[in-house]
């Protein structure tokens, strides 16, 4: 059979299958029929597939519709949250905020905004809120055109801050603000800015009390320094009236001791002698104490005076060792002064080194017993300077680590029970570590309790201004 073109090659399958060959004539009757019976379930067929297709192509498009709108809701849900979250950061923010666009017109605010210009939303948006500000501050010059600093902002694509600018408000008192103006930038363009306003009162009062606190301070401090001066004027000039009849007592009480002695009479010593001695004592022991309240009032009222000259060394500690070496072997202990033989001459205020190494001296004898008391005197060179160091160590009780930062303040013992057992006012150290900065050096210790003490003072050999 010659296919026609017109004939699908499915019919012209069957049309063979029929022995139909030739179609420009009728078939057979029998062929007919069956020809007719297969067409008749192709239609039936090819209806079938039309509505299954039909049908499943109904229901994917309803699905489709429904996946469409829950996709639609979520994403609606989800914006709105977004939208509610954002709203509730930007409504908690104790700062006013405003929305501008490039003109200055306001898109939106937040409460604070309306609290600050007193208005509502309504009033509000699509005007321009710049008319009310006086801006003020870094990057704008003395109460800048706000309009022009918008322009600015925009066009350099930068925040400008505003501190101390004014807000005017209708009826009410200008209030000070500290603005923030930032671009706000959306893909390449700049769509307008964000308007940030910070409400300098509460700052300003708390300004106000610092300074009202700062002011009755410096009143309270200038009070307590005006009772310090005349506290220790009046211990000055309270000392200087003790030391006068005091030393009456210790001239007569030696007047006293001498006439004993020259009437070589053991039953007057026997009788008097012994007291006249304590008397002496008591006297003494006021008398030091007297000079270093004296001493101690004069250092804080600044009357302390240095007097720098030269003298020799050795021969000081030589005037020194002479007055402690009794107190020494008062409590067993063996005393060593040892000098390096290259130290002669230096330039400090002498009776006040004098001084300060007596008080160490005295305090290393007055806390061992049988021991070893040492005065090593040595040079150092320190950043160029030379420094000679006098150290005071001994072999004694010892001081207790956490007492040692507070060793060198007025009134400071190490505990009360020493101080009863051993007297002493607590003064000594204060004194010396003030004459030692007065003469342009330090004191330091070292101690370990149970062991013994080192105080070490510090002096240049020459004060810088004398070399
Ligand atoms: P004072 O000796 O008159 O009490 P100081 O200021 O000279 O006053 O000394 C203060 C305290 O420091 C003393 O009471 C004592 O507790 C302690 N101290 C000073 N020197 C020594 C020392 N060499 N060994 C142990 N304790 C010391």
Known sequence: MKDSPDIHRTLARQLRRLGIRDLERPPPPEAWRDLLAVISRTYASAEEDRYLLERSLDISSREMEELNENLRLS?????????????????????????????????????????????????????????????????????????????????????????????????????????????LIAGDSCVGAVFVLHDMTAVRRSEM??????????????????????????????????????????????????????????????????????????????LHLINDVLDVSKIEAGKMQVEVIAFDVPELLAAVAAVIEPLMNQGGNQFFVRCAPEIREMRSDRTKLKQALFNLLSNAAKFTHEGVVRLDVTLETEDGERLIIFAVSDTGIGIPPEKLRDLFNAFMQVD????????????????????????????????VLGEGSTFRIRLPLRPRAAT
Do not use: W
């Open 209 to 286: 009390e610092l300074r009202q606190l700062a002011d009755a301070l410096r009143t309270a401090r200038d009070k307590a320094l005006d009772a310090n001066r005349a506290k220790s004027s009046f211990l000055a000039n309270i000392s200087h009236e003790l030391r006068t009849p005091l030393n009456a007592i210790i001239g007569y009480s030696e007047l006293i001791s001498e006439e004993i002695e020259e009437f070589h009479d053991d039953s007057l010593d026997e009788a008097i002698g012994e007291d006249n001695r304590r008397i002496h004592q008591a006297a003494d022991h006021l």
């Open 416 to 447: 009360a029970s020493t101080s009863r057992k051993y007297g002493g006012t607590g003064l000594g150290l204060t004194i010396t570590r003030e004459f030692c900065r007065m003469l342009g050096g330090e004191v330091e210790v070292d101690s």
């Open 75 to 183: 994403s609606e849900t989800r914006v709105a949250a977004e939208r509610d979250r954002l709203n509730s950061i930007v409504e908690a923010l104790d700062d006013g905020l405003f929305v501008l666009d490039t003109d200055g017109v306001v898109q939106r605010l937040n409460g604070a905004a309306q609290r600050l210009l007193g208005a509502d939303a309504e009033a509000l948006i699509g005007t321009k809120v710049f008319d009310r500000f006086i801006f003020r501050g870094e990057g704008a010059p003395e109460s800048a055109d706000p309009a022009s600093s918008l322009a600015a902002i925009l066009r350099l694509r930068q925040s400008m801050r505003f501190d101390s600018s004014v807000l005017l408000r209708e009826g009410r008192p200008p209030r000070e603000l500290a603005c923030t103006l930032s671009p």
